[in-house]
């Protein structure tokens, strides 16, 4: 289903979860396959091929039912528990207004400028800069925040990286993403358990001892057995293999889309761009699953010449801005503390980036209102304005 804008993106993304909920289950059913096919070589290794197709879907049949009880229980689980499983793997926690007020009242004022529900918010305690939202329904949407990037940004920025993961969840990505994850979980547990199962075995086709006037017809056999085998091997590594295309289904789009959402809440590109240049190259989570990186605001991770990449380029991103949104390009943008900023974070003279040069009047097609957290109450630096 193409999506051409907003609502055929998010209806987009609707129908995709539909398709990979059922694709789910049609992976199970082809692993369950499988594995009665090794089952029944297992038990007999002297049949004809064709027996041994009539004899796994017989089982199949039979294991229909119990099969889609459990993808079906495995859905429940990861509904109510793919939270806790995310925060075990990034070590993240709630927070309260008291606990980080700066971040909650920025992520409150947005979500009051445009009647969004308040998400929960979580800290993940890693020098990476980056953030993500998870979620399947309004009592689950979360967003995440490292403390690394709560220290690299200021408040303008991080406002555009929490309208980013809020536009995410107005637009039903979280809900593909975490269905995504939960196919490629369940299918790659059940792939490696049948292949860890047919290693730690040991295998053998035609049967023992055999006389010479059947010797033809065992050696027929044995070789249906290991064409069987083959065939069992081959349906696994292609269900394998298909929960983990399952990305292919995460457009790109979306955080182009997210990028846009944000400059739409907050009315500043400008703080878009350099939240991007910012996380650059610095998001990567240690420990966290490719899964997990698939839902951070920017992924570092990248497969064979970006045929994998689900996100799209920095650079990309940023001209994309620029173009539709009227915002500016700094380029790669220092940390605080780094080149191009004193010991306190301040500009020096001759930095490039946005809080050290005249903010010009905003002419992109998100208008010119400010943003909806307010003025950003700071030192005055000098004849540029606020810090």
């Not at 209102?369 to 005055?380: D, L, R, V, Y």
């Amino acid at each position: 289903m193409a999506a051409y804008g907003l609502y055929t993106h998010i209806a987009s993304n609707k129908f995709r979860s539909m398709l990979l909920l059922g694709g789910l289950f049609l992976l199970v059913y082809v692993m369950v396959f499988a594995g009665a096919l090794l089952a029944e070589v297992a038990l007999n290794s002297n049949r004809p091929f064709d027996d041994y197709l009539t004899l796994a879907t017989h089982d199949l049949v039979t294991a229909f039912p119990f099969a889609t009880i459990g993808a079906a229980l495995w859905i429940v689980i990861a509904y109510f528990f793919h939270q806790n499983i995310i925060d075990a793997v990034t070590g993240g926690h709630d927070v309260t207004r008291q606990e980080q007020p700066r971040l909650y009242n920025l992520l409150e004022n947005l979500c009051i400028s445009r009647g969004i529900p308040m998400p929960k918010l979580k800290i993940v305690d890693s020098p990476a800069l980056n953030a993500f939202a998870t979620g399947l329904n309004r009592k689950q949407y979360a967003i995440s925040v490292t403390t690394g990037l709560m220290k690299a940004l200021n408040d303008r920025e991080m406002e555009a990286v929490l309208g980013h993961e809020l536009t995410h969840i107005r637009n039903g990505d979280v809900q593909l993403l975490v269905i995504a994850v939960v196919i490629a979980g369940v299918i790659g547990f059940f792939a490696e358990l049948f292949f860890r199962i047919f290693f730690n075995s040991n295998w053998s086709f035609g049967g023992g001892g055999r006389s010479s006037s059947s010797s033809s017809d065992s050696d027929k056999k044995g070789g249906g057995a290991f064409a069987i085998v083959l065939l069992a091997i081959a349906l696994i590594a292609v269900a394998w293999g298909l929960s983990l295309v399952v990305r292919f289904a995460l457009s790109r789009s979306r955080e182009l889309l997210a990028d846009a959402g944000s400059v739409e809440l907050t009315k500043d590109p400008d703080a878009m761009i350099s939240a991007l240049r910012k996380i650059e190259g610095r998001g990567e989570l240690p420990g966290a699953t490719s899964a997990v990186m698939e839902m951070c605001i920017d992924n570092p991770r990248e497969g064979f010449a970006d045929l994998f990449a689900t996100h799209p380029s920095v650079d990309s991103r940023v001209k994309a801005l620029v173009k539709y949104a009227g915002g500016r390009d700094p380029g790669p943008l220092p940390l605080p503390g780094g080149d191009g900023q004193d010991e306190t974070g301040a500009p020096q003279a001759g930095d490039s980036s946005p809080d050290a040069r005249p903010e010009p009047p905003r002419t992109g097609p998100w208008g010119s209102s400010p943003s909806p957290a307010g003025p950003i109450p700071g030192p005055i630096t000098g004849p540029w304005g606020r810090h």
